[in-house]
C-alpha cells in the first residue's frame, strides 16, 4: 500500500521556469491538498481538493495552480518560480476533512 | 478565520515528561488531532481525541482537551530521545494545522 506519493523528492530551478510536482494517493480519498513549509515554520495551505474536479485556494495559492482530473492525482504546478517559492512542499490526503491527514514525504524545492 | 498557537520550542531531559500545549479560535471537529513529524519526512498522525472526551491516554501519550477554554496538550511521559520531532495540532475539520512545537530531548 503505497499510500500518498510525491515525486520528485528534490528539484532546482532557475528563476522563471515552471514546473509541476506530483501527488498520487491510492486510497480513493476524496480530499487533497499541498502546503509548503519554510524552514523554522508550520504548514501553510496552498490548495486543496473536496473531490474530482473541484479545487479551492489556501492561505497562500499565489503562483500556483492545480487541477484535479482524477480523485488519485492532485498534481501543483508553479507557474513561473521565484526564489520566495524555495521550501518544502507537503501533499496529503484523507477520506474526509476531518478524518486522519495521510502525507507524501515531500518535495524540496530550491529556486536559484 | 481560523487560529491555531503553539509555542515554537520545548526543549527537556531524556526520561522527563513533555507538555506541548496548542490554543485555538474556534473548533467545530469531531476529532482533534496531533501529528508527529520527524527530521526530512511528512507528518504523521501520532493520536487523537473526540471532541466529546477530556482525556485520553494511548501508552505514553495523555492528550487533555479544556473546550471551554480552547486548549488542547500533549503529555509524553519518559520522553526519549527518539520523540524528539516537530509536533504539530490540528483541531479543525479543516486543512489548518497549528505551527508547530519543536521538542529537543537531552540525553
Known amino acids: 500500500n503505497a499510500g500518498v506519493t510525491q515525486t520528485p523528492k528534490f528539484q532546482v530551478l532557475k528563476t522563471g521556469q515552471s514546473m509541476t510536482l506530483q501527488c498520487a494517493q491510492d486510497m480513493n480519498h476524496e480530499y487533497m491538498s499541498w502546503y509548503r513549509q519554510d524552514p523554522g515554520m508550520g504548514l501553510r495551505l496552498i490548495h486543496y481538493?473536496?473531490?474530482?474536479?473541484?479545487?479551492d485556494q489556501g492561505e497562500v495559492p499565489n503562483g500556483y495552480n492545480v487541477s484535479r482530473s482524477t480523485t488519485e492525482d492532485f498534481p501543483l504546478r508553479l507557474l513561473s518560480a521565484a526564489p520566495s517559492q524555495t521550501s518544502v512542499y507537503f501533499c496529503?490526503?484523507?477520506?474526509?476533512?476531518?478524518?486522519?491527514?495521510?502525507f507524501g514525504q515531500g518535495t524540496r524545492l530550491t529556486v536559484v | 478565520g481560523e487560529d491555531v498557537e503553539q509555542s515554537p520550542f520545548l526543549s527537556v531531559r531524556e526520561g522527563d515528561s513533555s507538555v506541548i500545549n496548542c490554543t485555538y479560535t474556534?473548533?467545530?471537529?469531531?476529532?482533534l488531532y496531533w501529528y508527529k513529524q520527524e527530521p526530512g519526512a511528512g507528518l504523521q498522525l501520532l493520536t487523537y481525541?473526540?471532541?466529546?472526551?477530556d482525556m485520553k491516554q494511548d501508552q505514553r501519550l495523555t492528550v487533555l482537551l479544556n473546550k471551554k477554554d480552547k486548549h488542547l496538550s500533549l503529555r509524553i511521559a519518559d520522553t526519549q530521545t527518539g520523540d524528539s520531532a516537530i509536533y504539530f495540532c490540528?483541531?479543525?475539520?479543516?486543512?489548518?494545522f497549528g505551527s508547530g512545537t519543536k521538542l529537543n530531548v537531552k540525553p
Open positions: 490540528a483541531p479543525f475539520n479543516k486543512f489548518y
Open positions: 496529503a490526503s484523507s477520506r474526509t476533512v476531518n478524518t486522519e491527514a495521510f
Open positions: 481538493s473536496v473531490g474530482a474536479g473541484i479545487t
Open positions: 481525541i473526540f471532541s466529546n472526551m
Open positions: 474556534d473548533s467545530s471537529s469531531t476529532y
